[in-house]
């Protein structure tokens, strides 16, 4: 069978026989699709846009119009997309889960337990650009749910979409699984992980000196009872060195 896309926009194939899971777009249809697309892009740069100028400015001083400047639109481009500011927050949270989520599932699909713990918190040797100003947003978005009870709830219905799925992916690859029982729960276990992450995290952007991401890897090999990896053990005393 070939591809429809080979033949999507070709009458001359449309409804053969051979060629019956073709279809053809109207050019109605085929506007609405470009209409779509332009919005979806148009959202993306205002969620880009979002990001830097809330790191930059900070949540509560930033404004939309900065928003839309930073993105090269007006205001109302950003109203047409969201409500105001919390659901700007509250997207840029979703965008972040749904492609950690995506990376995670591609990445650890079908691996042990092992593979998993490794892959996902794999020691890095230090923090990107992007990932800092993602730690920089998490700050700003914290403390702006912490006083506003709307986005509180918001941000913890992602984060339990970040958890549940960490925790089913943990039970997927073995986890708790008969004979190698763990204490704590997947759930449990995928808070901890999170915790881990994201604090060990904010102090190696603030202090990298001290601070090294591979600590997190470290303590989770330690809680899975794992070998650890991440740090070049100490040769034993009257070992010769390698």
């Known amino acids: 069978m070939r591809d429809t896309c080979e033949y999507a926009d070709t009458s001359q194939y449309v409804k053969t026989v051979e060629y019956s899971h073709t279809q053809w777009y109207s050019p109605l249809m085929t ?79 079908g691996r042990d337990i092992d593979s998993v713990t490794r892959g996902l918190l794999e020691p890095a040797d230090s923090i990107d650009d992007g990932e800092k100003q993602f730690l920089m947003l998490f700050a700003e978005f914290w403390l702006h749910a912490m ?8 941000m913890s219905d992602q984060y339990e979409v970040a958890r549940t799925f960490v925790a089913g992916m943990l039970i997927a690859s073995g986890y708790g699984k008969p004979g190698q029982e763990q204490k704590l729960g997947a759930r449990d276990m995928a808070i901890v ?33 794992l070998p650890l990896a991440s740090v070049a053990q100490p040769a034993a005393e009257g070992a010769p060195a390698e």
């Open 31 to 109: 506007e609405r699709l470009n209409r779509q697309a332009k919005k979806n892009q148009t959202r993306a740069r205002l969620l880009d846009a979002a990001a830097e100028v809330f790191a930059k400015r900070g949540f509560e001083t930033a404004t939309l119009d900065e928003v839309a400047a930073a993105a090269g639109y007006t205001k109302g481009a950003v109203y047409s997309n969201f409500a105001n500011k919390t659901e700007l927050l509250i997207a840029l949270i979703e965008r972040r889960v749904e492609v950690q989520s995506a990376e995670y599932t591609v990445r650890f699909q």
């Open 147 to 154: 006083r506003d009870e709307r986005t509180r709830t918001l």
């Open 193 to 225: 992980i999170e915790a881990l992450g994201t604090g060990i995290a904010l102090q190696a952007a603030l202090d990298p000196e001290h601070v090294r991401l591979g600590l997190v890897a470290d303590v989770l090999g330690e809680l899975l009872r």
